[in-house]
Structures are given as structure tokens and as C-alpha cells.
């Protein structure tokens, strides 16, 4: 049965982090907000809870609080002279479902970006020269700059908690601190959270290589801690249960426990979980967002809600899928690299080393989705890239989140896979052991790109999402570079047996987690040629349609990107709000 409901003020298509953080000034302003989000609510109720979340195999193996992939997955292919099939098991990412989204699962890590990566096309040529940026890379700037964004992360930092060590107030370096750091005008709400002992190992080697090792940003909170909005967080146990989990003690700084929970208290919120959003409705003649489609997931019925202004909010692949499904914007053609919607699609470039140490106890049972040691040096324009192959870089760190058993088991290169000697293996190293990884960045190629899939559909018909990408030159170059530099400090911090370094090489593999730190499809800019959204994440064509999340990013950085996709979600908030006032171009 179709239904028709009553217009609302403003809508948004997915109920995660970005949702959560846009809709709070709109919420206080007295706007009528209302949220579509696909998944359930498990705070809606005691009947509506999760059970444990303590359960590796569950949650952290069969990923039961990602998306799922029996209804709606995505195809891949490595070329677009290749025919795209479709990815039936998840794993290279894991995006969010229910409300607040990937929000609730993620691990907690916390950056700013550097103060140049909104304007990284600026800033490489003007160190390098335009010849050092290949045709087929479009790194563009994005039309906004980290000075606007500041105030911005300082709320955010507020709200969630973040707890580290500033390297940069107001220009002043700081001892402790990432040198490389953003100008901050205050330090972070809490301290660092603890450092664990492959933190101590990491520190000690990156000294002596002359490095300036730092406390990775966390939102797992290392005291209770009470926010602006009067929401608290609990102590973290170091549980190492947050990356793919619920945070059972509550100290994750999460949209669950920290914004959706103030936003429900107001009459003018509401949030509408089960409720799948199937595509936009468009008056392509009056160049307006009437409202949009949903499936009532619990009835079965689809629902046609009006709306004056609509927020797509549904993280990179939805929101780049109902631009392209309602023809909204020019979809993006790798042959002519004419069209905007589906451009600059970026994962992350990442690496890893295994490194034993025979007397040293790192008990990886004891951590948090953040108990890392940072590297900076190699990161981004940190370095000179001048007779380097590439652009780009990466941090270093230990990839300590957790000792859980199934998954994190490093072992000796050679240990068999299975039988008595897997087994003393297993037993001798357990705690003796982690992974040294690099999270880098990975820039934009015009071959790597979003569009709909011409053959495959979803369990409600709609057309599949089609990723077209694969590790490039720049990002594989880039890769080997800094995976040498993780070697070197694995090396100086006199690991016992150093792993076989394996930094990214094509083809790109579905098969292996990468970070859910997809970004791309629906760009900002200040050019609506090379742009879908404006610098206020407005709609290019469609003056009543914004844009929120990763896929505004033009480029992924060698940065975790919610610290600064949250910034990005406040300020749209206020621009929302005056444009709920006023409606007019930003
Ligand atoms: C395992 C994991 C670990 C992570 N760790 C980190 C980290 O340590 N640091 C970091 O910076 N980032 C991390 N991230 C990324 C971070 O979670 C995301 O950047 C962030 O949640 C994005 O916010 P969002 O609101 O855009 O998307 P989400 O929070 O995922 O919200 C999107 C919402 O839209 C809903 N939705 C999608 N399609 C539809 C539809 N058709 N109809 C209705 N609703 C829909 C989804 O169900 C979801 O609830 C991690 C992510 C994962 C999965």
C-alpha cells in the first residue's frame, strides 16, 4: 500500500553521526526535524536492546551491526572495461545500520586533518609545481578552510569527550603533541588515554630515529566525563571491545549515548527507524527536492514523505546512490571525465608489520579503539616530496585495539595455519606480539569511481551501487615509502622477529578490511563542474538538498576522517538553520 504523510520542515535520509550532529542546532533553533534511518533503534526500549556485546564471533566476526549484505551489497570491478559483480561477503568496509549508524561502531580514533588538506591541490602546487600532480589525479580544494572548521572541532572535541595531547596551540608547538598538528585554540577536553606497552616500545624507537611520537586522539574516554549538552561518559575499562561493538560501558564517544538521546527529548525531533529510503522525488522543472520514498520496513507499505528541505545523510554509498538514482547532478563518465556524481571514490591506503618481542608483555587484551602511538613524520605534505614518485604519505603506529581472540593473533612468519605447532605458536607469542600498521592517504584517480550497476539490484529492485577502483601508482608507491619507514622502526625498536612488510599492491582486495573510511561520490567545492555540493554543502542544481558525510570529501587523507567530518556536520547544522530562516543559495 503506498501512503502519503503530512510535509515536514526537514529531512534526513540516514539517522548515524552526521544526522545527529546537523539536526542539534537545527533542533535548538525550533526547526521541525525529522530522520529516516533504515535500521532499529536499540534504545527504543528493553525489548529493542542488544544482547552481550562482548562477542567476538557475533559482532566482531559476523559483523551483525554492519549493513547487511543479503539485502543490499555493492558490485566491484577492477576497470571499467571489466563487468562489475556483486560482493556477497563483507569485508573490506563496514558501513552502519540503525540508528546512529557506523557512529556506534566505530573505534573511537580522532583526528583533525592537517591545516593544508582542504586546499591540498593548492598547497602541492604551489610547493611542487603543477607537473608533479599526473592528469589522472583531480585532487581539487574542497572550498572551505580548516580556520572556518575550527570552532567547529572544538565542539565536537567537547561533545564526545576527546581526550590527547595538543601539538599546536595557537602556533605554539607543544612537547608531547604532534608537531604536525592544526593550530588548535585549546587543548583537548580530557588527557590521553593510557599509553599500553607497545605504545612504550613504539615511543622508545621512534626517539631514537629522531621522531616525535604522539598519543593517538581518542573518543574513548579515559575519566566519566560530563559534555556540554549534560550527557556523560563512562570510565573505559580497556576491554579492547569497540571497533564492531557497542560500547558496554558506555565511553565511546557515540551518537547513542552522546546526541540522539538530548534530540529525542524535543518535541520538534523525531526519529522514524525501519524506515528504508528508496529514492528522492524531484521536480526537475522547478529544480526542487519535493520529498522522498521509503519502505516501512515493519509494514511493508511505501511511504511518499514531503519535505521542504532534504538532508542526504546516509553515509558515501547511499548518498551517492540516490543522487544517481534521481538523476539529480551529472553523473560522473570516466571516458569523457565529464559529470560530477560518483567522482573522486577514495578508500585508504593501508600497511602492517607483525613484531614479536620475546621479554617484553604487551597483553594486547588491555587496550581501547585508540590506545595508539602516533608517527607523523611521513604523512600527507609532512615530508618533501620533491624526486619522490608520489604525493601522499601515512602515520605509523601500533595497531593495539584489542586482543580479541579469534582475530588479533599475530604470528612468526612460517607458523602453520592449523595443528600442535599453530597451537604453541599461538601460546608463546599471544602476548608478545602486535601489528605496526600505516593508515595512508589515498587521492583521487579518474578511473576510481561510483555509478549504478546495470544488471544487479537489491532485495527491494533498486540498482546496486557499482565501485570501480583499484590501488593506482601514487598510492601504491606511496605505500611501499612509508611501509619501509614502519620496517625501520620496527627495527630500531629491537623487535625480537620482524614480520614480512606488506605494503598495498593492485588488485584491490574485497576480501581483506581496510577501514570503513570510504570516501567520495558527491564532492564539495567552489567549482560545480568539479563539485556536486557547495562549500556549505548545498546542492550545485537543487537549492533545497544538502549533503553531509565522507562522500563530500575530494580526497582521503592518511587520517581517520570523522573528527573532521563531524566538524563538517556541526557547521552544517548552523548553515541549515539559516537556511530553515531563509531559504536562498548559501
Ligand atoms: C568498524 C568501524 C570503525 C571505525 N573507526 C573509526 C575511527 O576509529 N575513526 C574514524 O575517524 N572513523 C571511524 N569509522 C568511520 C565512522 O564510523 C564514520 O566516518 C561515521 O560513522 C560516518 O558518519 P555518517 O553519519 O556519515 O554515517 P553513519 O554513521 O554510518 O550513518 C549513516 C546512516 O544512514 C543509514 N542509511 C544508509 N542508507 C539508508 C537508506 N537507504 N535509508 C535510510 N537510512 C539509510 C545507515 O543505516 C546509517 O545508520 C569507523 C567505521 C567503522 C564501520
Redesign the pocket.
Known amino acids: 500500500m503506498n501512503r502519503k504523510l503530512k510535509s515536514r520542515q526537514v529531512v534526513f535520509?540516514?539517522?548515524?553521526?552526521?544526522?545527529?550532529l546537523a539536526a542539534r542546532q537545527l533542533v535548538k533553533d525550533g526547526v521541525d526535524v525529522l530522520v529516516?534511518?533504515?535500521?532499529r533503534d536499540h534504545d527504543a526500549g528493553p525489548e529493542h536492546r542488544l544482547p552481550s556485546q562482548r562477542d567476538e564471533l557475533r559482532w566482531g566476526v559476523r559483523n551483525q551491526l554492519?549493513?547487511d549484505w543479503s539485502i543490499e551489497t555493492y558490485t566491484l570491478r577492477h576497470a571499467r572495461t571489466e563487468t562489475a559483480l556483486p560482493v556477497r561477503t563483507l569485508e573490506a568496509?563496514?558501513?552502519?545500520?540503525?540508528?546512529?549508524?557506523?557512529?556506534?561502531?566505530?573505534?573511537?580514533?580522532?583526528?583533525r586533518w592537517a591545516e593544508y588538506d582542504p586546499q591540498l591541490r593548492t598547497r602541492l602546487v604551489d610547493r611542487y609545481g603543477a607537473a608533479k600532480l599526473p592528469r589522472e589525479m583531480p585532487i581539487q580544494d574542497w572550498g572551505v578552510t580548516y580556520h572556518e572548521l575550527e570552532p567547529y572541532h572544538e565542539t565536537f572535541e567537547k561533545l564526545f569527550g576527546v581526550a590527547g595531547k595538543a601539538g599546536n596551540l595557537r602556533g605554539q608547538i607543544q612537547e608531547g603533541g604532534n608537531p604536525f598538528e592544526a593550530p588548535r585554540r585549546e587543548e583537548y577536553p580530557q588527557p590521553p588515554i593510557e599509553i599500553t606497552e607497545a605504545g612504550v616500545i613504539v615511543t622508545e624507537g621512534a626517539r631514537k630515529l629522531g621522531y616525535k611520537p604522539f598519543p593517538m586522539a581518542a573518543?574513548n574516554s579515559p575519566h566519566v566525563y560530563v559534555n556540554p549538552d549534560g550527557m556523560r561518559l563512562g570510565a573505559c575499562q580497556y576491554c579492547g571491545h569497540c571497533?564492531?561493538f557497542i560500547c558496554e560501558s558506555n565511553a565511546k564517544g557515540s551518537?547513542e549515548v552522546l546526541l540522539y538521546p538530548v534530540l529525542k527529548r524535543s518535541k520538534n525531533f523525531e526519529i522514524r527507524p525501519y524506515?528504508?529510503?528508496?529514492r528522492l522525488d524531484y521536480d526537475r522543472a522547478a529544480k526542487r527536492v519535493t520529498g522522498v520514498r521509503?519502505l516501512d520496513l515493519e509494514t511493508g507499505d511505501e511511504i511518499e514523505q514531503p519535505a521542504d528541505v532534504v538532508v542526504l545523510?546516509?553515509?558515501?554509498?547511499?548518498n551517492t546512490k540516490?543522487l544517481l538514482l534521481g538523476r539529480i547532478g551529472e553523473p560522473y563518465d570516466a571516458a569523457t571525465r565529464r559529470g560530477v556524481v560518483g567522482r573522486n571514490f577514495c578508500h585508504q591506503t593501508n600497511s602492517s608489520i607483525n613484531v614479536f618481542y620475546k621479554d617484553r608483555w604487551i597483553n594486547p587484551f588491555m587496550a581501547s579503539?585508540?590506545s595508539q602511538t602516533i608517527v607523523d613524520e611521513f604523512n600527507g605534505d609532512n615530508f618533501d616530496h620533491s624526486g619522490l614518485g608520489f604525493v601522499g604519505g601515512a602515520y605509523i603506529f601500533n595497531n593495539t585495539t584489542n586482543g580479541r581472540p579469534i582475530s588479533t593473533r599475530p604470528l612468526p612468519p612460517g607458523t602453520p595455519q592449523w595443528g600442535t605447532k599453530w597451537k604453541q605458536a599461538s601460546a608463546d607469542w599471544y602476548t608478545h606480539a602486535f601489528s605496526l600498521g600505516t593508515i595512508g592517504s589515498c587521492y583521487p584517480h579518474v578511473e576510481n569511481y561510483l555509478s549504478l550497476d546495470p544488471t544487479y539490484r537489491d532485495a527491494y529492485g533498486v540498482p546496486l551501487l557499482r565501485i570501480t577502483f583499484d590501488w593506482r601508482d601514487n598510492e601504491t608507491k606511496m605505500s611501499e615509502y612509508v611501509t619501509k619507514k614502519a620496517v625501520e622502526l620496527a627495527t630500531a625498536t629491537g623487535a625480537t622477529i620482524v614480520g614480512p612488510a606488506v605494503p598495498r599492491k593492485a588488485p584491490y582486495d574485497a576480501r581483506v578490511y581496510q577501514?570503513?573510511?570510504v570516501v567520495g561520490g558527491t564532492p564539495m567545492g567552489a567549482d560545480p563542474h568539479t563539485s556536486v555540493v557547495s562549500p556549505h554543502l548545498q546542492h550545485w542544481d537543487v537549492e533545497n538538498l544538502f549533503v553531509?558525510?565522507?562522500s563530500v570529501y575530494g580526497h582521503n587523507a592518511g587520517?581517520?576522517?570523522?573528527?573532521l567530518?563531524a566538524a563538517i556536520?556541526l557547521r552544517l547544522g548552523d548553515d541549515l538553520s539559516r537556511y530553515a530562516k531563509r531559504p536562498q543559495r548559501l
Open positions: 535520509v540516514g539517522g548515524g553521526l552526521m544526522a545527529a529516516l534511518e533504515r535500521g554492519a549493513q568496509f563496514l558501513p552502519g545500520d540503525g540508528v546512529g549508524g557506523a557512529g556506534n561502531h566505530w573505534n573511537g580514533q580522532c583526528f573518543s571497533e564492531r551518537p524506515s528504508h529510503v528508496l521509503y545523510s546516509a553515509f558515501t554509498f547511499t540516490l579503539g585508540s577501514t570503513t573510511h553531509v558525510g565522507g587520517y581517520n576522517p570523522t573528527g567530518m556536520g
